[in-house]
């Protein structure tokens, strides 16, 4: 019988005792905890979301253009302040630069750190169009950034802030980085749009690369959308009316912006 009784708790281990969902639970889920966010907080991350789609249509960079004649990705960052006022944006430039550090996110960072010779952007959440890369979170942490607003996911390049907050030291790894920075999908329906037009060319498209998704005439067409969301807006919370306000009069300044 005793080789019966082994068998029996052989098998209930390792139906009841997953060494995956251990880890999972002590490393993973504390990662993906996001704080509940308002109402009218959300409502602003939409608003804004459609501001900095915006800002990247109306410099759009087709992909009937050669790439050695592009500015870049069609990708931006929009920089918002503690009061929830767009204060700069930055647009990727890695062709016309010849650099592959330009992203948009660096280029709105640094700029308007050198602009208003502040230390750092404590307190303000980045809007972009599409989830950082790691050397974009990495400058937002750096940076103290508070909160990060994405309007399309990444795949292979995905996640680069839950990758900094990961614990590891259940495993005899290491802690997470310090000044974790909250990074969440806008709430926009643009977001979703986008997303699952990116899965549809995943599927289609024999070459499956992020930008020529992002020059494409889909692509073109959804952020031509969110532009006319953006004009038509109504704010749902009265108090939400002077952020609305303060982006339209974003888009007609000077100097508010690295192209």
């Known amino acids: 019988m005793t080789w019966k009784y082994a068998y029996i708790v052989f098998i209930f281990c390792l139906t009841a005792c997953d060494p995956t969902r251990h880890f999972e639970k002590q490393i993973i889920d504390p990662v993906n905890q996001q704080p509940a966010i308002s109402a009218r907080q959300q409502e602003i991350d939409r608003i804004y ?6 800002l990247v249509y ?33 647009l990727n430039c890695i062709n016309s630069l010849d650099n592959a550090t330009q992203h948009g996110e660096v280029r709105a960072i640094t700029a308007y750190i050198a602009r208003e010779k502040c230390f750092n952007l ?14 974009c979170a990495g400058m937002m942490t750096m940076t103290a950034v508070k909160r990060v607003v994405y309007g399309q996911h990444d795949v292979e390049y995905s996640k680069a802030f839950e990758r900094l907050a990961v614990d590891t030291r259940p ?65 749902e919370d009265p108090s939400n009316f002077p952020v609305y306000k303060g982006a339209i009069q974003f888009l007609a300044g000077s100097g508010n912006g690295q192209e």
């Open 122 to 135: 404590d307190g303000f959440t980045i809007y972009t169009t599409l989830e950082p890369c790691i050397m």
């Open 171 to 235: 495993i005899g790894g290491f802690p997470p980085y310090p000044r974790q920075v909250i990074a969440e999908p806008s709430p926009s329906v643009f977001t979703g749009r986008l997303d699952s037009a990116y899965r549809e060319f995943l599927r289609t498209d024999p070459e499956k690369i992020l930008a020529k998704f992002l020059h494409s005439e889909t692509a073109r067409a959804l952020y031509h959308d969110a532009w006319q969301a953006l004009l038509e807006y109504k704010p």
């Open 49 to 54: 979301s459609l501001l900095v789609y915006y």
């Open 58 to 90: 109306r410099d759009w960079q087709p992909d009937t253009l050669p790439r050695d004649k592009r500015r870049g990705y069609n990708i931006g960052a929009l920089l918002v302040d503690k009061e929830n006022r767009p204060v700069y944006y930055g």
